[in-house]
């Protein structure tokens, strides 16, 4: 039987070991990345456009695969995943891509109910979960609507409530609040916050540096596809005023 690296309780849901990855011969898009996040935990990831903010949510999401290094997610190692092992893993990771990918020719609520319909979640409850979560991004009322009739923030929350509808172990966010003005920036960061502590770890790419400061969580930031700062949690503390 071939050795498998088992989920542990305890045991770290994400893991990157000496991860590089390179698209072209020569350039890193990643480069020696090493890194642990624990169950529950809420990080924020910083960088310059280029510094490698996606393609390290992709990794985690095995949409790629990395050059060289290891990454284990929920106990599997990513690279030695089989094609039916893929969609399981993913059924328990949640994801907000920056472009959102939503279906044109589903409702809002169809969208939203996919992750529990591939999941065999029985419809009565399915209908009641994607009700209560597109209440919680404020679209309840947008959910006979198609997708191309939303702004592009309504589309964003759209995104985020197909991603946490299943409470997904993992939630991995591309610039969720790219498109929301202030104040629902921060009651989409409160939901997000909420999931983590439910359990759910978190990792969430930004270029809004004020939410760092507010929620005081984990910050990663990568240069040029390294890990140029990795700052603990804080008790709200102000940082990174000096950059
Ligand atoms: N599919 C791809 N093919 C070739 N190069 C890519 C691809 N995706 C990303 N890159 C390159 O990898 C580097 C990191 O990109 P990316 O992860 O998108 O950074 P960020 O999300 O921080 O802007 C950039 O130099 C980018 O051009
Ligand atoms: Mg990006």
Same mark, same amino acid.
């Given at each position: ?75 599997? /190692? ?18 907000v ?40 991004v ?19 929350r759209?995104a985020l409530a197909?991603a946490l509808? /299943? ?7 591309? @610039?969720p609040?790219? /498109? ?8 989409i ?33 990568? @240069? ?20």
């Amino acid at each position: 039987m071939r050795r498998r690296m088992t989920s542990a309780p305890g045991e770290s849901p994400v893991r990157l070991y000496h991860v590089s990855k390179s698209y072209m011969a020569g350039q890193f898009a990643l480069q020696d990345v090493s890194l642990e996040i624990r169950r529950g935990e809420f990080v924020f990831l910083t960088g310059a456009s280029g510094a490698g903010k996606t393609t390290l949510l992709e990794l985690i999401f095995a949409a790629e695969q990395p050059s060289e290094g290891q990454i284990v997610v929920l106990g599997r /190692n990513v690279a030695r995943l089989g094609a039916r092992a893929i969609p399981a893993l993913r059924r328990r990771v949640g994801v907000v891509f920056q472009d959102f990918k939503l279906l044109e020719d589903r409702t809002v609520e169809e969208n939203v109910r996919l992750a529990l319909d591939v999941i065999g979640t029985p419809r009565r409850e399915a209908r009641n979960r994607v009700f209560s979560m597109l209440k919680s991004v404020g679209l309840q009322h947008r959910r006979f609507h198609h997708p191309r009739s939303l702004s592009g923030g309504e589309q964003q929350r759209v995104a985020l409530a197909r991603a946490l509808v /299943n409470e997904p172990e993992i939630l991995l966010a591309d @610039e969720p609040t790219g /498109n929301l003005d202030p104040e629902l920036t921060l009651e989409i960061m409160d939901l997000i916050a909420a999931a983590a502590t439910r359990g759910t770890t978190v990792v969430v790419a930004t270029h809004d540096h004020s939410l760092i400061e507010r929620y005081g969580k984990r910050w990663l930031r990568l @240069e040029g596809g390294r890990i140029a700062e990795d700052l603990p949690a804080t008790a709200g503390v102000e940082r990174g005023a000096a950059r």
